[in-house]
C-alpha cells in the first residue's frame, strides 16, 4: 500500500520574470540614453583637445621667470584668439583684455597691472609679487572664455 503522501506533487514554480524591457518605450528610453553618452564622451574629448593650450601653457609657467609671463600670456591669448585681434596689443589695452577675458579685473590692481613693467625690467619685483603674479597668471589661463 502506498502512503497518502506520496501523492503530492512538489509546488509549481512559475519562470523567473524576463529581464529584456517589455515595451517599446524602454527601448526609446535606453536608447537616448546611450545617445547622451556618446554625446557627452564626445564633447568631454574635443574640450580636452581644445584646451591642450592650456595645459601646456600651465607647465611652462612652473619654471619661467617673471618677466616671460606677459608674453606666455601673449602667446597662450594668440593660441586662443585670431592674431588680428591680440597681436597688437600692449600697455593699457593689454591689461585690459586680460582683465575682460579673464574676469575679476586680475590685471586692474598690483601686481598684476605691472606685468609688462616686469617683462621689460626684470628683477623689480619683490619674492611675494613674483608668486601673486605667478599665482594671478595662472589663473588667467585656466579661466579666460574665448567669446564667439
Known amino acids: 500500500m ?8 512538489d509546488f509549481y514554480q512559475p519562470p523567473p520574470p524576463a529581464w529584456t524591457p517589455q ?8 536608447a537616448i540614453a546611450g545617445l547622451l553618452v556618446v554625446w ?11 584646451n591642450r ?4 601653457a600651465l607647465r611652462e609657467l612652473v619654471v619661467l621667470t ?10 597662450t591669448a594668440l593660441a586662443a584668439w585670431p592674431r588680428e585681434k591680440v597681436a597688437s ?3 593699457d589695452s593689454w591689461l585690459s583684455f586680460l582683465s575682460k577675458t579673464g574676469g575679476n579685473s586680475l590685471f586692474q590692481h598690483a601686481p598684476g ?11 623689480t619685483l619683490s619674492g611675494e609679487d613674483e608668486e601673486k603674479l ?6 588667467w589661463i585656466r579661466r579666460h572664455r574665448v567669446q564667439a
Open 89 to 91: 596689443l600692449s600697455g
Open 40 to 50: 557627452m564622451i564626445v564633447h568631454n574629448i574635443r574640450r580636452w583637445f581644445t
Open 2 to 9: 502506498t502512503a497518502p503522501l506520496d501523492k503530492l506533487h
Open 53 to 56: 593650450y592650456r595645459r601646456e
Open 113 to 123: 597691472n605691472r606685468i609688462e613693467e616686469v617683462a621689460l625690467r626684470p628683477g
Open 66 to 75: 617673471p618677466d616671460q609671463f606677459s608674453s606666455l600670456l601673449k602667446r
Open 134 to 139: 605667478r599665482k594671478l597668471t595662472a589663473e
Open 23 to 30: 515595451t517599446i518605450g524602454w527601448y526609446v528610453v535606453f
